[in-house]
């Protein structure tokens, strides 16, 4: 090959790698605000308060929506309006089981985003209850579910280290 296209070959590569930089900066702060907001949801289900998760939600709702989609893939994409239906869901209701019914599903899509994007700040645990069968993300390895509202019924079955920055 020649030196011109090599040098152009180059160039292109380092452009795509500076574009998906900026993309996946972009990304980062609505996604861990998300999160922020989910942990927040979170434990307002694990105390039980229905009001307090109804208010969680709508915050959360809001961050979904920040998300900027382009750039995301479409499967990432596809995860969004699911979790938005659950927290839009559970900000419209204060039955404490009904939101905890959404909160399932709204955990198992959270999950595959953050997964996917790899952009937390911050370790996460994903445990399952195994009293409910359900899973849903937590900032530490210990504690209350959001379930049961109950210690010790929950075990993590993955970890979600940092994004490397």
Same mark, same amino acid.
């Given at each position: 090959?020649?030196? !011109?296209?090599?040098?152009?070959?180059?160039?292109?590569? +380092?452009?795509?790698?500076?574009?998906?930089?900026?993309?996946?900066?972009?990304?980062?702060?609505?996604?861990?605000?998300?999160?922020?907001?989910? !942990?927040?949801? %979170?434990?307002?289900?694990?105390?039980?308060?229905?009001?307090?998760?109804?208010?969680?939600?709508?915050?959360? !709702? +809001?961050?979904?929506?920040?998300?900027?989609?382009?750039?995301?893939?479409?499967?990432?994409?596809?995860?969004?309006?699911?979790?938005?239906?659950?927290?839009?869901?559970?900000?419209?209701?204060?039955?404490?089981?009904?939101?905890?019914?959404?909160?399932?599903?709204?955990?198992?899509?959270?999950?595959?985003?953050?997964? $996917?994007?790899?952009?937390?700040?911050?370790?996460?645990?994903?445990?399952?209850?195994?009293?409910?069968?359900?899973?849903?993300?937590?900032?530490?390895? $210990?504690? %209350?579910?959001?379930?049961?509202?109950?210690?010790?019924?929950?075990?993590?079955?993955?970890?979600?280290?940092?994004? %490397?920055?």
């Amino acid at each position: 090959m020649n030196p !011109l296209k090599i040098t152009a070959l180059s160039f292109v590569i +380092t452009l795509a790698s500076i574009v998906t930089v900026k993309a996946q900066t972009a990304l980062s702060k609505p996604v861990n605000a998300v999160i922020t907001n989910y !942990l927040a949801l %979170k434990d307002a289900l694990v105390s039980g308060d229905g009001a307090a998760a109804e208010t969680k939600a709508r915050t959360l !709702l +809001t961050g979904i929506d920040d998300i900027p989609k382009a750039g995301l893939s479409a499967d990432e994409a596809a995860l969004l309006p699911k979790s938005e239906f659950d927290s839009r869901h559970i900000s419209e209701v204060n039955k404490i089981a009904h939101q905890r019914e959404h909160f399932a599903s709204l955990s198992n899509n959270l999950y595959a985003l953050v997964k $996917k994007l790899k952009l937390n700040n911050t370790i996460l645990y994903r445990q399952y209850c195994t009293m409910t069968k359900a899973y849903y993300l937590s900032e530490t390895d $210990k504690g %209350k579910d959001p379930y049961m509202g109950m210690a010790n019924c929950s075990k993590v079955t993955e970890t979600l280290p940092p994004a %490397k920055k």
